[in-house]
């Protein structure tokens, strides 16, 4: 019962202090309506944890990997994804430009951000996948990267509608192509290998301590 309240304080505390970060970066956006369009996708993954918290509580490894990938998309929506200003912080740290140091041409705040979705929400993914059943073998490891992908498509497919539907400024900043015409594929890329690199490491982790185990026991 102890371990249970202090695992729920755990969430308790993650959940208010996304709470302070939330309303930090509502403060003064960089477009709004660009940033209340972002949000929809906090306030459904926020109600789907309400809604499902009495069948399915993360555990505090996954709890942790969707408080800091909400953290990276609130960065990103308080900006716009492409203008978030990491090479100027990165100047005043070092006094070089990150952009031309890689060779970048473009903001790359959004491929970072797609990147995250498959490394930091494929853990959590083959959690749940699990707790509904799921045996904790090769399919827990490989449905979850299925799902990312699957789940990138429908978002970019998302952001294309809805740039249609705006139209204009606002529909452009919301679609952040920044003139890439294969910006959707490019993200769609990343979003899945960021989780093979997680599944890789739940692989290498669930193997070390099954070792571990046997030889304990």
């Keep these: ?59 505090r490894s996954a709890a942790t990997l969707i408080f800091l990938y909400l953290c990276v998309h609130q960065l990103g929506a308080h900006y716009t994804y492409a203008n978030v200003p990491y090479d100027a912080w990165w100047q005043t740290l070092t006094g070089e430009s990150l952009n031309d140091q890689m060779g970048w041409e473009r903001n790359q705040f959004d491929r970072l951000a797609h990147f995250s979705y498959g490394l930091l929400l494929a853990y959590p993914i083959r959690e749940v996948l699990i707790r ?31 740039a249609e539907m705006l ?36 692989a290498l982790v669930v193997k070390t301590q099954r070792s571990h185990n046997d030889s304990a026991s």
Excluded: C
């Design 1 to 59: 019962m102890e371990t249970d309240r202090s695992h729920r304080r755990f969430l308790l505390t993650l959940a208010g202090l996304f709470l302070m970060v939330w309303g930090a970066l509502a403060i003064a956006p960089f477009n709004r309506h660009d940033w209340l369009l972002e949000n929809l996708l906090v306030l459904a993954l926020v109600a789907a944890l309400l809604f499902g918290h009495k069948h399915y509580l993360p555990s």
């Design 132 to 162: 509904l059943g799921l045996r904790p073998g090769f399919w827990s490891l490989v449905l979850p990267v299925d799902i990312v992908l699957s789940t990138s498509a429908v978002y970019e497919l998302i952001e294309w509608f809805g």
């Design 167 to 202: 139209g204009g400024g606002l529909g452009r900043t919301f679609l952040a192509t920044q003139n890439d015409r294969w910006d959707p594929q490019k993200d769609m890329a990343l979003a899945t290998a960021g989780a093979i690199v997680a599944m890789i490491v739940t």
